[in-house]
DNA sequence: ACTACCATACTTGTATGGTAGTATGGTACT
DNA sequence: AGTACCATACTACCATACAAGTATGGTAGT
């Protein structure tokens, strides 16, 4: 395996850590795959010890599975922490959307807008992956607008496990038209402070998200727990 | 998947991370507290590379600041996560308690139950530590019993800022009894199955918690951002 | 007195050698 | 053939040395 040369904006470490993660969570690196500090040390062209640092950082995300001097792997995906994540999401997003309906700055409602256009160019293109980002992108915006930015930034890490199931959902129908349908709906139900209306559209909206994860069990038995 | 007969808590790296942070949450390394890794290593008898590597963890849980070629610090109270916590934990626990009361089993009632007891017994002895920790332990078994382990588990996360104020708190007055009460109280709401009456016990109890955080600020200025 | 400079003692970041535990494949023995 | 044993090649873990950036205090020059 060989990788290009690190863009080195920031340290080894960092780089290293964020590669590896973005990998992880496309599933570029599927699940149990088996890696060593040394291989990915060769291959990132650093020493071990930035590697180490970031193995240690996604193991305590869980991305990662250390057995102690027996190896490393990518973690399997664990239908649990799945649906838990989803329902993290849906208690949360559905509290801060009804405070996003009580007030909401009016340059993070252009972003939300802004957001909502490029969502439908990405659709037009069947750009999935832009897609994916943009709603990911999205959601981002809403808590930030309700100045829940660390709530958003812990919610990641569960997120995490949630995003490598629907990374393959992609493959099959991700339904980005009913999706990007519900995201103009939440904008619309904030516009008209519409709290219980808005609610009810998220309630919706994260349920669709991974309705089917026994589908995707079925075609990839080898990438859950 | 498979995971070693003992978890790494013997490694000379964890066991670091578990005692910095249990300093760190406690008070006992204030916020601002300057570390560096060669101190720490001298300290703990072992060299840099643990240290460093528990300094990447905790760093990653935004309990340390690490500014690189200049020092670690211990982070400064952040009164909007403070909030945050509070927030994400009033909507994923005024959630969980209502599926506690649609099923709820047996045995973690019982634990309940049983923690109830060593509440009083603790009020009684004036032990605010032990308080702090059984109540702590309420909270968790109840995300246990209805399998949000891995909730509970993030949620700690930011519950680390959340118990640096509350653990400020303890010298002024905790309220443990109203505290216990309502503990009392969401136990009994389980029982009946009463959704709507263990919801509202929660969110009052969950306001209760960090009620006077601008109090704290004023008596410890030092500590907070 | 004031300023520019610089040696020095810090700091974190990185590289590397060595240690101990583990999986594996070959071999001698039963 | 089957089994116990052992050399070997891994692994993560840890200690240590070096590199590079930064704060600080002293000093020489103005």
Redesign the pocket.
């Known amino acids: 395996m060989s990788y290009p040369p690190q863009p ?1 904006s ?6 290293v850590y964020q590669l590896l993660k973005q990998q992880i969570v496309s599933l570029e690196l599927p699940p149990g795959t ?6 990915m ?1 060769t291959a990132f ?9 970031s ?2 950082r996604l ?1 305590q995300e869980g991305l990662l599975v ?7 792997r990518v973690s399997l995906i664990d239908p649990e922490l799945v649906e838990e994540a989803r329902f993290m999401r849906e208690q949360l997003e559905r509290a801060v959307i009804r405070l996003a309906c009580e007030s909401f700055p009016d340059d993070k409602l252009e972003q939300l807008e802004d957001n909502l256009h490029r969502q439908h160019e990405s659709i037009e293109r069947h750009d999935g992956k832009e897609m994916f980002e943009l709603d990911e992108a999205f959601h981002r915006i809403l808590f930030e607008g309700c100045r829940k930015q660390g709530t958003w930034n812990v919610i990641q890490q569960m997120n995490a496990h949630l995003n490598r199931s629907r990374m393959l959902w992609l493959s099959l129908d991700p339904g980005w038209d009913s999706l990007a349908r519900q995201h103009q709906e939440m904008v619309d139900a904030i516009r008209r402070k519409d709290s219980d209306y808005a609610d009810n559209i998220m309630h919706e909206h994260l349920s669709l998200i991974i309705s089917n994860l026994s589908v995707l069990q079925d075609r990839h038995p080898d990438y859950f727990k």
């Open positions: 080195a920031l340290s080894a470490g960092n780089a088996a890696l060593s500090e040394k291989e040390s062209q650093v020493s071990r010890t930035p590697v180490r640092e193995f240690v193991a250390v057995l102690p001097q027996r190896g490393t």
